[in-house]
């Protein structure tokens, strides 16, 4: 059992390296907006095509980083709930993907908002 563990523990720091290492790209708008986020939740990148600046609509450009943004973080919350289901599902484990019908719960408040809209 402790093997069986250590091998866990082994698999579980590989697929985090390998979640960390991927790169979620979103766009909104049609392309004005894109973003790149890491399975690190870190922004990598974040492009705004100058003319959908306008000093009388920030409201709109906002829109536009947001939903760019929350595209991106659900995408690496999918890059989560993949590797953890496929290491879990042996396992029963509730909420890890592991029991039937589970799924990984959202794993902050911009991805839990991006999955009720």
């Known amino acids: 059992m402790m093997a069986q563990l250590g091998q866990m523990q082994e698999r579980l720091a590989k697929a985090q390296e390998e979640i960390e290492s991927r790169v979620a790209k979103a766009t909104a708008g049609g392309g004005a907006v894109e973003v790149e986020i890491t399975g690190a939740y870190k922004v990598k990148s974040l492009k705004i095509d100058p003319e959908v600046v306008d000093p009388n609509d920030v409201g709109m450009l906002e829109?536009?980083?947001?939903?760019?943004?929350?595209?991106?973080?659900?995408?690496?919350?999918?890059?989560?709930?993949?590797?953890?289901?496929?290491?879990?599902?042996?396992?029963?484990?509730?909420?890890?993907?592991?029991a039937p019908g589970g799924t990984a719960p959202p794993v902050n408040r911009a991805a839990r908002r991006a999955g009720k809209r």
Do not use: I, K, R, S
Request: net charge negative; glycine share 22%; aromatic share 2%.
């Open 63 to 98: 829109d536009l980083v947001t939903a760019a943004v929350n595209e991106a973080l659900a995408q690496v919350q999918g890059f989560q709930a993949d590797h953890l289901a496929g290491l879990t599902g042996g396992l029963g484990l509730p909420g890890l993907g592991g």
